[in-house]
């Protein structure tokens, strides 16, 4: 069993998930936590070999493309990426505009200021 994290730019996200999906590997998750800015880690798995991307977005263009066009199921990641976030998925297949989860509070994880907290 091996893990690996490592971290790329948004420019290169598409292609290295169509690499994972070329190789094999299965789309475990997406996660995301905020600080200075969104760190997001796409997981994907073959044979108990874990590999992690990392991506580092900035508040202030909270914006990445979808992977849906390369793994579906991608979708429910990322309209949790919009709706608790407040991050911007261009190109979803399934986009849910903000309604994949109903929250009293619009983007209850990020208290700050991203371009989805003021619709």
């Known amino acids: 069993m091996t893990e690996q994290l490592i971290g790329i730019q948004k420019t290169e ?3 290295k998930t169509a690499d994972m999906k070329k190789n094999g590997y299965r789309l475990v ?3 995301c936590t ?6 997001i880690t796409y ?4 044979e108990y070999d874990l590999i992690n991307l990392r991506v ?6 909270p914006v990445i493309p979808s992977m849906t066009g390369i793994y579906l199921c991608a979708f429910t990641y990322e309209n ?6 407040g991050l911007t998925v261009t190109d979803m297949q399934l986009n849910f505009n903000g ?9 209850p994880f990020n208290t700050g200021t991203s371009s989805k907290t003021e619709q």
């Open 43 to 46: 997981s994907f798995d073959k």
């Open 29 to 31: 998750q997406i996660s």
């Open 34 to 39: 905020l600080a200075d800015s969104f760190e």
């Open 13 to 15: 996200l598409a292609a």
């Open 80 to 85: 949790e990426l919009q709706d608790l976030f």
């Open 56 to 61: 580092i977005v900035s508040k202030t263009d």
């Open 99 to 107: 309604n994949f989860y109903q929250t009293a509070v619009k983007t």
